[in-house]
């Protein structure tokens, strides 16, 4: 019972040291990283290397479709001169188009692309290791970025909250 006391407070603990930084590194930097870390699983564990020409296709239809969805995300904060610079004050929240989907496009634009690069490389690793995007994602912005709409927008943005979905 001890034990299990400990372990759930360092949970705590360890998530709140997570959640008190104000500013984590920026998403672009988040994906260079996350690619730096997927070539590397697919140089020297080769090991977890497989031979499916279809996956590495699939990638390769990803990537297209996956920057698609983040120059359209841009293109939605130009047009209603809103800011896409994450931690700055919003201008409007925005709620229509791809928004009304999810309320983080531009991150599953960038999973997918993580995603299809694991695809190409061909290793389970460099896979598995594009999916760590979305914790690291969850708790060193998107929650802060939450925070922040709600203290914002607080109704308009409880009402998006509820009614869309933060992936897909």
Same mark, same amino acid.
């Given at each position: 019972?001890?034990? #299990?006391?400990?372990?759930? *407070? /360092?949970?705590?603990?360890?998530?709140?040291?997570?959640?008190? *930084?104000?500013?984590? $590194?920026? $998403?672009?930097?988040?994906?260079?990283?996350?690619?730096? !870390?997927?070539?590397?699983?697919?140089?020297?564990?080769?090991?977890?290397?497989?031979?499916?020409?279809?996956?590495?296709?699939?990638?390769?239809?990803?990537? $297209?479709?996956?920057? !698609?969805?983040?120059?359209?995300?841009?293109?939605?904060?130009?047009?209603?001169?809103?800011?896409?610079?994450?931690? +700055?004050?919003?201008?409007?929240?925005?709620?229509?188009?791809?928004?009304?989907?999810?309320?983080? $496009?531009? /991150?599953?634009?960038?999973?997918?692309?993580?995603?299809?690069?694991?695809?190409?490389?061909?290793?389970?690793?460099?896979?598995?290791?594009?999916? !760590?995007?979305?914790?690291?994602?969850?708790?060193?912005?998107?929650?802060?970025?939450?925070?922040?709409?709600? #203290?914002?927008?607080?109704?308009? /943005? +409880?009402? /998006?909250?509820?009614?869309?979905?933060?992936?897909?």
């Amino acid at each position: 019972y001890g034990t #299990d006391q400990k372990r759930s *407070r /360092y949970k705590k603990t360890f998530l709140m040291k997570l959640m008190t *930084r104000k500013k984590g $590194p920026i $998403p672009p930097i988040i994906v260079i990283i996350n690619i730096l !870390l997927q070539f590397f699983f697919a140089i020297f564990f080769k090991f977890l290397s497989f031979n499916i020409k279809f996956l590495a296709v699939v990638g390769w239809t990803l990537i $297209p479709i996956s920057l !698609l969805i983040i120059f359209v995300c841009l293109f939605q904060f130009r047009e209603n001169k809103t800011t896409f610079v994450v931690f +700055k004050e919003a201008a409007k929240l925005i709620t229509s188009g791809i928004y009304s989907y999810s309320r983080n $496009p531009m /991150y599953l634009g960038m999973l997918m692309t993580l995603i299809a690069i694991g695809l190409i490389l061909s290793n389970i690793g460099s896979i598995l290791f594009a999916f !760590l995007f979305i914790p690291i994602m969850k708790h060193r912005i998107i929650l802060h970025e939450e925070i922040m709409l709600m #203290d914002q927008f607080h109704l308009e /943005y +409880k009402i /998006y909250k509820k009614n869309t979905r933060r992936w897909i």
